[in-house]
């Protein structure tokens, strides 16, 4: 649901990934695994993505092994502590406009995917982070993929406010889209 938002929001995000997904793919077949370390922007919507909604925002509650001073305060040993993924996501110093969906700010100069340590905080944190995440992972990208591959994603028919959400309309070839 979060990537269809997003999508909504910024059609020219659905273009240029269709774009990339074309010259990479062409019309002949859906995107697979092994095409992914030629889908860049595809790999950075999906990165923002997981930064712009994270599911979890609040972690899982995590008790301290020893005590500790964090920006002067006392944690003594044994405290219950939250990550705060939400904040840590949205941090403006780290990401300009964090609440603006902005796949790009994942692209390195060269076109390639910038990594960032800071997103595997939405999968949680230390030995109790989520064990699911490679599948979340593998899974975003070729929902991705595949969806965009296939489908223009649209608003609703009936408007906004209607309750009607969006509704995919088959892509049929038509390079001006």
């Given amino acids: 649901m979060t990537f269809l938002t997003a999508i909504l929001i910024r059609p020219d995000i659905q273009k240029r990934v269709q774009d990339e997904l074309d010259a990479v793919t062409g019309r002949e077949r859906l995107p697979t695994f092994e095409d992914r370390p030629k889908l860049p922007f595809v790999e950075a919507v999906c990165k923002e993505t997981l930064r712009w909604r994270p599911v979890t925002p609040l972690a899982i509650p995590h008790a301290t092994t020893k005590s500790d001073v964090y920006e002067g305060f006392f944690i003594p040993k044994g405290s219950v502590v939250i990550g705060n993924t939400w904040a840590i996501l949205h941090d403006p110093d780290v990401y300009p406009e964090p609440e603006v969906f902005k796949p790009e700010r994942f692209i390195n100069p060269d076109g390639s995917v910038r990594e960032d340590p800071a997103l595997t905080t939405a999968f ?5 982070i989520c064990p699911g995440r490679h599948f979340v992972d593998a899974t975003l990208f070729i929902v991705v993929a595949s969806l965009l591959s296939v489908f223009d994603i649209k608003r ?7 309750g009607a959400f969006e509704y995919l309309e088959t892509y049929t070839g038509d390079l001006t889209r």
């Fill in 156 to 162: 609703g028919r009936g408007g906004e406010g209607s």
């Fill in 124 to 128: 949680g944190y230390g030995r109790r």
